[in-house]
């Protein structure tokens, strides 16, 4: 049943969320700062320094990427490179629809 595996997936998410800020040391306040330095340049695929000039090398290849571009097209292949992972949402959704754990984990690997 999809709202079983919903529910579980959104309890685990809330214990990992749990269990990591009381890794940084329980202050939500300072948990959030940690997620947004950690996940943004990933969802973005840029890391900003602090006078808000672009970084150069880091783990993923996209920096390469947007470093070879004109300023004025990076905000739209930054919604571009976003956006791919979007258009297999349909397509999965239609094949796995039987499955919906492997259609979760699917759409996760996806982003």
Request: with cysteine.
């Amino acid at each position: 049943d999809w709202k079983t595996v919903l529910g579980l997936y959104v309890f685990y998410l809330a214990c990992l969320h749990l269990l990591a800020s009381s890794l940084v040391g329980g202050d939500w306040n300072e948990y959030g700062k940690v997620v947004l330095q950690s996940t943004l340049p990933n969802i973005a695929f840029l890391e900003q320094d602090g006078s808000g000039s672009y970084s150069g090398p880091n783990m993923g290849l996209h920096w390469y990427f947007f470093v070879q571009m004109f300023d004025r097209f990076r905000p739209y292949f930054v919604v571009f490179i976003n956006g791919v992972p979007s258009m297999f949402l349909i397509p999965l959704m239609i094949r796995l629809h039987r499955y919906p754990s492997a259609f979760v984990a699917s759409v996760q690997l996806l982003w």
